[in-house]
């Protein structure tokens, strides 16, 4: 079991950073890939970024490529999400996810509540 809690969300403006922790709580939280995902008003949740368990891979959604960039620190059960060049379209909630290595939210098994970020333009 993992439980996870999303941090760092807020409002910042058009073309700010924010960096987005996940923390997780169990033991077993390094034998997970891990991934952010984000939903905005009226919008499907989409897949934004991934990490393999021992953070050899990545992987980026085109829309935040070259802006974003996720890690973990398993010695400290969190994962990061650090958010450059930040655009009003990432405006929306984001979820951090454990589970496989997938763009797919049916690949996690568990998923934070999620944390809202706002870029005002």
């Known amino acids: 079991q993992v439980q996870l809690v999303e941090s760092g969300g807020g409002l910042v403006q058009a073309g700010g950073s924010l960096r987005l922790s996940c923390a997780a709580s169990?033991?077993?939280?390094?034998?997970?890939?891990m991934g952010w995902f984000r939903q905005a008003p009226g919008k499907e949740r989409e897949f934004v970024a991934c990490?393999?368990?021992?953070?050899?891979?990545?992987y980026y959604a085109d829309s935040v490529k070259g802006r974003f960039t996720v890690s973990r620190d398993n010695t400290k059960n969190t994962v990061y999400l650090q958010m450059n060049s930040l655009k009003p379209e990432d405006t929306a909630i984001y979820y951090c996810?454990?589970?496989?290595?997938?763009?797919?939210?049916?690949?996690?098994?568990?998923w934070g509540q999620g944390t809202q970020v706002t870029v005002s333009s």
């Open positions: 169990g033991r077993t939280f390094s034998r997970y890939a």
């Open positions: 996810a454990a589970g496989s290595f997938t763009t797919n939210a049916w690949g996690y098994d568990y």
């Open positions: 990490i393999t368990w021992s953070a050899g891979s990545t």
